[in-house]
T-cell receptor
Framework: AQSVAQPEDQVNVAEGNPLTVKCTYSVSGNPYLFWYVQYPNRGLQFLLKYITGDNLVKGSYGFEAEFNKSQTSFHLKKPSALVSDSALYFCAVRDDNTDKLIFGTGTRLQVFP | IAGITQAPTSQILAAGRRMTLRCTQDMRHNAMYWYRQDLGLGLRLIHYSNTAGTTGKGEVPDGYSVSRANTDDFPLTLASAVPSQTSVYFC???????????FGQGTRLTVV
């Protein structure tokens, strides 16, 4: 069965430092991968996706993600974190069998001033 | 403002009562979804609809029903609420199944 794993419940980083939020996936076919962000008391907002092509995907708010097929990973990155980036981040994969999005359990990013 | 509207934003409901969560989108998206979000479990799909007139079961459909009479509306009904249905419910839509989804603000439901 298709799945995604977010191994870290929380990531702490100082403002101005680079950040990485990890995601690994398991799919039977070609992976369609997504990152979403959720601010407090809000719905999820789409950040970026990987369908095919360049392994480095650029998205909203300066975020990017790197697709690594050999490591089955799709880590979210940003060169310089902002306090306003503090939020809950979800990785998702499209299920090959049902075509639905399967979400990870989420990683809380805390950026300290 | 274009997007997805959910109502109510929050509700406290007595166990055994019937409740319908409303969801409307104005993006003319074909696919719509209902998720519940619980601490430590992420988002789990309850029901979905590929297009108006069709619905399907997600990962956790028991105790919930949906209908899709038209493109814009996708209500979620709890026929007889139980405390384990206390959660935050999100409606979402996408142009087609499997593409990026757009989410509503959520409905916080507490069943007591």
């Amino acid at each position: 069965a298709q799945s995604v794993a977010q191994p870290e419940d929380q990531v702490n980083v100082a403002e101005g430092n680079p950040l990485t939020v990890k995601c690994t996936y398991s799919v039977s076919g070609n992976p369609y991968l997504f990152w979403y962000v959720q601010y407090p008391n809000r719905g999820l907002q789409f950040l970026l996706k990987y369908i095919t092509g360049d392994n480095l995907v650029k998205g909203s708010y300066g975020f990017e993600a790197e697709f690594n097929k050999s490591q089955t990973s799709f880590h979210l990155k940003k060169p310089s974190a902002l306090v306003s980036d503090s939020a809950l981040y979800f990785c998702a994969v499209r299920d090959d069998n049902t075509d639905k999005l399967i979400f990870g359990t989420g990683t809380r990013l805390q950026v300290f001033p | 403002i274009a997007g997805i509207t959910q109502a109510p934003t929050s509700q406290i409901l007595a166990a055994g009562r019937r409740m319908t969560l409303r969801c409307t989108q104005d993006m003319r998206h074909n696919a719509m979804y209902w998720y519940r979000q619980d601490l430590g479990l992420g988002l789990r799909l309850i029901h979905y609809s590929n297009t108006a007139g069709t619905t399907g079961k997600g990962e956790v459909p028991d105790g919930y029903s949906v209908s899709r009479a038209n493109t814009d509306d996708f209500p979620l009904t709890l026929a007889s609420a139980v405390p384990s249905q206390t959660s935050v419910y999100f409606c979402a839509s996408s142009d087609r199944v499997g593409t990026e989804a757009f989410f509503g603000q959520g409905t916080r439901l507490t069943v007591v």
